[in-house]
Protein backbone atom coordinates (compact mmCIF):
# COMPACT_ATOMS: atom_id res chain seq x y z
CA UNK A 1 0.00 0.00 0.00
CA UNK A 2 1.44 3.24 -0.72
CA UNK A 3 0.37 6.55 1.41
CA UNK A 4 2.03 10.16 1.72
CA UNK A 5 1.84 12.68 4.51
CA UNK A 6 -0.17 15.87 4.03
CA UNK A 7 -0.83 18.64 6.60
CA UNK A 8 -0.37 15.55 9.54
CA UNK A 9 -3.05 13.45 7.73
CA UNK A 10 -2.07 10.07 6.30
CA UNK A 11 -3.68 9.34 2.56
CA UNK A 12 -3.91 6.30 1.27
CA UNK A 13 -4.08 6.84 -2.45
CA UNK A 14 -3.14 3.36 -3.88
CA UNK A 15 -3.34 -0.23 -3.01
CA UNK A 16 -2.20 -3.48 -4.22
CA UNK A 17 -5.70 -4.25 -4.42
CA UNK A 18 -6.76 -1.54 -6.63
CA UNK A 19 -3.63 -2.17 -8.99
CA UNK A 20 -4.09 -5.61 -9.63
CA UNK A 21 -7.36 -5.43 -10.45
CA UNK A 22 -6.48 -3.13 -12.78
CA UNK A 23 -3.80 -5.12 -14.33
CA UNK A 24 -6.05 -8.09 -14.60
CA UNK A 25 -8.77 -5.92 -16.41
CA UNK A 26 -5.76 -4.67 -18.83
CA UNK A 27 -4.36 -8.24 -19.62
CA UNK A 28 -7.91 -8.79 -20.42
CA UNK A 29 -7.92 -6.43 -23.42
CA UNK A 30 -5.44 -8.87 -25.14
CA UNK A 31 -7.75 -12.28 -24.30
CA UNK A 32 -10.58 -13.57 -25.96
CA UNK A 33 -13.00 -15.28 -23.77
CA UNK A 34 -16.62 -17.15 -24.87
CA UNK A 35 -18.19 -14.79 -21.97
CA UNK A 36 -16.91 -11.98 -20.43
CA UNK A 37 -17.56 -13.65 -17.23
CA UNK A 38 -15.15 -16.19 -17.70
CA UNK A 39 -12.18 -13.95 -17.69
CA UNK A 40 -12.62 -14.30 -14.22
CA UNK A 41 -10.70 -17.25 -12.75
CA UNK A 42 -10.91 -19.36 -9.22
CA UNK A 43 -7.60 -21.20 -9.65
CA UNK A 44 -4.33 -21.25 -11.42
CA UNK A 45 -2.61 -24.54 -13.07
CA UNK A 46 0.59 -25.03 -14.72
CA UNK A 47 -1.33 -28.02 -17.05
CA UNK A 48 -4.87 -28.89 -17.86
CA UNK A 49 -4.35 -32.70 -16.48
CA UNK A 50 -4.49 -30.91 -13.32
CA UNK A 51 -8.26 -30.22 -13.56
CA UNK A 52 -9.59 -33.61 -11.92
CA UNK A 53 -11.86 -33.91 -8.74
CA UNK A 54 -9.75 -32.62 -6.09
CA UNK A 55 -8.77 -29.42 -7.87
CA UNK A 56 -12.52 -28.37 -9.11
CA UNK A 57 -13.91 -29.25 -5.47
CA UNK A 58 -10.82 -26.63 -4.61
CA UNK A 59 -11.95 -24.25 -6.97
CA UNK A 60 -15.34 -24.41 -6.07
CA UNK A 61 -14.52 -23.13 -2.87
CA UNK A 62 -12.29 -20.50 -4.10
CA UNK A 63 -15.30 -19.25 -6.02
CA UNK A 64 -17.54 -19.45 -3.12
CA UNK A 65 -14.93 -17.70 -0.85
CA UNK A 66 -14.52 -15.06 -4.04
CA UNK A 67 -17.84 -14.17 -4.79
CA UNK A 68 -18.85 -13.66 -0.66
CA UNK A 69 -16.45 -11.32 0.21
CA UNK A 70 -17.44 -9.55 -3.24
CA UNK A 71 -20.70 -9.25 -1.88
CA UNK A 72 -19.96 -8.23 1.53
CA UNK A 73 -17.86 -4.98 -0.68
CA UNK A 74 -20.81 -4.05 -2.53
CA UNK A 75 -23.12 -4.22 -0.10
CA UNK A 76 -20.55 -1.68 2.45
CA UNK A 77 -20.07 0.20 -1.03
CA UNK A 78 -23.72 0.29 -1.78
CA UNK A 79 -24.54 1.69 2.35
CA UNK A 80 -21.59 3.22 3.68
CA UNK A 81 -21.93 1.28 6.52
CA UNK A 82 -19.91 -2.05 8.12
CA UNK A 83 -21.62 -5.45 7.74
CA UNK A 84 -21.00 -8.75 8.77
CA UNK A 85 -19.26 -10.49 6.51
CA UNK A 86 -20.96 -13.80 7.38
CA UNK A 87 -24.40 -12.41 6.11
CA UNK A 88 -22.72 -12.18 2.27
CA UNK A 89 -21.45 -15.88 2.49
CA UNK A 90 -22.17 -18.47 -0.18
CA UNK A 91 -22.03 -21.89 0.57
CA UNK A 92 -19.95 -24.10 -1.59
CA UNK A 93 -23.27 -26.20 -2.56
CA UNK A 94 -24.22 -23.38 -4.43
CA UNK A 95 -20.88 -23.25 -6.80
CA UNK A 96 -21.84 -25.84 -9.42
CA UNK A 97 -18.62 -27.64 -10.98
CA UNK A 98 -19.49 -26.35 -14.13
CA UNK A 99 -19.33 -22.45 -13.45
CA UNK A 100 -15.53 -22.68 -12.05
CA UNK A 101 -12.95 -21.29 -14.56
CA UNK A 102 -9.31 -22.31 -14.46
CA UNK A 103 -6.21 -20.82 -15.58
CA UNK A 104 -3.80 -22.89 -17.57
CA UNK A 105 -0.50 -21.46 -18.59
CA UNK A 106 0.56 -22.17 -21.56
CA UNK A 107 2.90 -21.17 -24.43
CA UNK A 108 0.83 -23.64 -27.13
CA UNK A 109 -0.75 -20.86 -28.85
CA UNK A 110 2.28 -18.62 -29.08
CA UNK A 111 3.92 -18.65 -31.92
CA UNK A 112 7.66 -20.01 -32.19
CA UNK A 113 10.81 -17.13 -33.28
CA UNK A 114 12.64 -18.83 -35.40
CA UNK A 115 15.34 -16.58 -35.70
CA UNK A 116 15.56 -16.43 -31.73
CA UNK A 117 15.24 -20.19 -32.09
CA UNK A 118 18.19 -20.69 -34.38
CA UNK A 119 19.86 -18.45 -32.35
CA UNK A 120 19.62 -19.98 -29.30
CA UNK A 121 20.64 -23.24 -30.49
CA UNK A 122 23.59 -22.24 -31.94
CA UNK A 123 24.24 -20.53 -28.62
CA UNK A 124 23.26 -23.78 -26.95
CA UNK A 125 25.16 -26.15 -28.92
CA UNK A 126 28.44 -24.33 -27.62
CA UNK A 127 27.26 -24.14 -24.02
CA UNK A 128 25.67 -27.64 -23.88
CA UNK A 129 27.77 -29.19 -26.70
CA UNK A 130 27.61 -32.61 -24.51
CA UNK A 131 23.76 -32.59 -24.45
CA UNK A 132 22.17 -34.88 -26.97
CA UNK A 133 19.02 -33.21 -26.94
CA UNK A 134 18.50 -29.31 -26.10
CA UNK A 135 15.13 -29.02 -24.71
CA UNK A 136 13.07 -25.68 -25.22
CA UNK A 137 10.29 -24.72 -23.14
CA UNK A 138 9.44 -20.85 -22.59
CA UNK A 139 11.45 -17.70 -23.47
CA UNK A 140 14.25 -16.91 -21.00
CA UNK A 141 17.00 -13.79 -21.74
CA UNK A 142 19.06 -15.46 -19.67
CA UNK A 143 19.16 -19.29 -20.93
CA UNK A 144 20.06 -20.03 -24.36
CA UNK A 145 17.58 -23.47 -23.95
CA UNK A 146 14.66 -21.51 -23.38
CA UNK A 147 14.45 -18.52 -25.61
CA UNK A 148 12.35 -20.11 -27.96
CA UNK A 149 8.64 -18.30 -28.24
CA UNK A 150 7.82 -14.88 -29.34
CA UNK A 151 7.81 -12.07 -26.45
CA UNK A 152 4.94 -11.56 -25.02
CA UNK A 153 3.93 -8.88 -22.79
CA UNK A 154 2.55 -11.52 -19.69
CA UNK A 155 3.13 -15.15 -19.59
CA UNK A 156 0.37 -16.73 -22.08
CA UNK A 157 -2.63 -18.70 -21.01
CA UNK A 158 -5.97 -20.50 -21.29
CA UNK A 159 -9.35 -20.16 -19.46
CA UNK A 160 -10.68 -23.75 -19.05
CA UNK A 161 -14.61 -24.93 -17.97
CA UNK A 162 -15.71 -27.95 -17.27
CA UNK A 163 -18.53 -30.07 -18.62
CA UNK A 164 -21.29 -31.76 -16.25
CA UNK A 165 -19.39 -35.05 -16.92
CA UNK A 166 -15.67 -33.19 -15.64
CA UNK A 167 -14.11 -32.70 -19.47
CA UNK A 168 -12.01 -29.32 -19.24
CA UNK A 169 -13.17 -27.18 -21.95
CA UNK A 170 -11.19 -24.12 -23.45
CA UNK A 171 -13.43 -20.75 -22.68
CA UNK A 172 -10.32 -18.11 -23.32
CA UNK A 173 -7.41 -17.09 -24.78
CA UNK A 174 -4.65 -14.67 -23.65
CA UNK A 175 -2.82 -13.12 -26.80
CA UNK A 176 -6.11 -13.92 -29.39
CA UNK A 177 -8.73 -12.12 -31.11
CA UNK A 178 -10.96 -13.21 -33.29
CA UNK A 179 -13.02 -16.77 -32.31
CA UNK A 180 -11.58 -18.91 -29.98
CA UNK A 181 -11.01 -21.82 -32.37
CA UNK A 182 -10.36 -20.12 -35.82
CA UNK A 183 -8.62 -16.60 -34.10
CA UNK A 184 -4.98 -15.39 -34.46
CA UNK A 185 -2.67 -15.11 -31.78
CA UNK A 186 -2.01 -11.31 -31.37
CA UNK A 187 0.03 -9.97 -28.87
CA UNK A 188 -0.70 -5.84 -29.62
CA UNK A 189 -4.46 -5.07 -30.14
CA UNK A 190 -4.86 -4.67 -26.33
CA UNK A 191 -4.03 -1.62 -24.34
CA UNK A 192 -3.38 -0.38 -20.65
CA UNK A 193 -6.87 0.76 -19.05
CA UNK A 194 -6.86 4.70 -18.29
CA UNK A 195 -6.87 4.51 -14.41
CA UNK A 196 -3.96 2.41 -14.38
CA UNK A 197 -1.68 4.80 -16.41
CA UNK A 198 -2.89 7.23 -13.54
CA UNK A 199 -1.97 4.56 -11.16
CA UNK A 200 1.42 4.22 -12.78
CA UNK A 201 1.83 8.22 -13.01
CA UNK A 202 1.44 8.42 -9.48
CA UNK A 203 3.74 5.91 -8.37
CA UNK A 204 6.04 7.44 -10.81
CA UNK A 205 5.52 10.87 -8.91
CA UNK A 206 5.88 9.53 -4.98
Avoid at 129 to 146: G, I, L, R, S
Avoid at 180 to 200: Q, R, S, V
Wanted: proline share 3%; net charge neutral.
Amino acid sequence: MLTFQENNIKHNYLNNKDILKEIHKSKTTYCVFTDPTDSDYDMILLDVKKINKKNILEARKLRAERLSKLAHEAAVLATGEKQKADQFEIKLSKIAAAEVVFRVMTWEHIPVDDVKTQKAKNTAKELYEDEEEVAHTEYDEDDPKHNKYVKVNFPPFYHYKVTEEGEPYIVGKSHWKGPIDTGAFTKDHGAMTNKLAHMFMKLCER
